[in-house]
């Protein structure tokens, strides 16, 4: 098994490490997506405030993701967050 890798660097431990990396990289304090829209958890657990309704923790953070993360994947950083294909050293 091969490391997982952002591609700023990051070094994620596993799959589930990486996907909360980039999360955490593209998520914004105030939860407005590059749409303008805002999402972020409701007074209803596992429901977003747009009204995405997930069935499970996981599903609600997927749709974190896929709203956050944008078509450049440049991160709240500057940086470029985008799991990196493993590559010989
Ligand atoms: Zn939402
Ligand atoms: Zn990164």
């Known amino acids: 098994m091969s490391t997982r890798r952002c591609e ?4 994620a431990s596993d799959a589930l490490d990486l996907q ?4 955490e990289s ?3 304090l105030d939860g407005t997506a590059p749409d303008g829209s805002v999402h972020d958890e409701g007074t209803e ?3 977003c ?4 309704g997930g069935s499970s923790a996981d599903a609600l953070d997927q749709h974190f993701r896929t709203v956050f993360t944008p078509r450049n994947h440049i991160g709240l950083d500057g940086r470029r967050h985008a799991a990196s ?3 010989p050293a």
């Open 8 to 11: 700023c660097g990051y070094a």
């Open 45 to 47: 657990p596992g429901r």
């Open 26 to 28: 593209f998520t914004p």
């Open 85 to 87: 294909p493993a590559r």
């Open 49 to 52: 405030l747009c009204g995405f």
């Open 20 to 23: 909360d990396h980039l999360q």
